[in-house]
């Protein structure tokens, strides 16, 4: 059984940085997709950013070309690098195992606003 606990979510001014962690137990890490995803308010939650192995790598638009996803197998950790953000960027952000492995983190509440 996998569980997740994400940290790292707080309030930013828009422009502003933040970086996402998920922390894993149990499972094999290193060979478990990994996903973000982010639920705003009033919205579905949606997949933002995955990783299959070290690089194997896939962004929404929304994301591309702001969001880097990356995995440290030895902590068993996944990041969420979030850089130039706007106020749609704000919501809860969900860590994902989704293969083989399947577990949903808490959660961590990102707010982007002046």
């Known amino acids: 059984q996998v569980q997740l606990v994400e940290s790292g979510g707080g309030w930013v001014q828009p422009g502003g940085s933040l970086r996402l962690s998920c922390a894993a137990s149990g499972g094999v890490f290193s060979i478990t997709t990994m996903g973000w995803y982010r639920q705003a308010p009033g919205k579905q939650r949606e997949l933002v950013a995955s990783?299959?192995?070290?690089?194997?790598?896939m962004y929404a638009d929304s994301a591309k070309g702001r969001f880097t996803i990356s995995r440290d197998n030895a902590k068993k950790t996944v990041y969420l690098q979030m850089n130039s953000l706007n106020p749609e960027d704000t919501g809860i952000y969900y860590c994902?195992?989704?293969?083989?492995?399947?577990?949903w983190g808490q959660g961590t509440q990102v707010t982007v606003s002046s």
């Open positions: 990783i299959t192995g070290d690089s194997i790598t």
């Open positions: 994902k195992a989704m293969a083989p492995s399947y577990a």
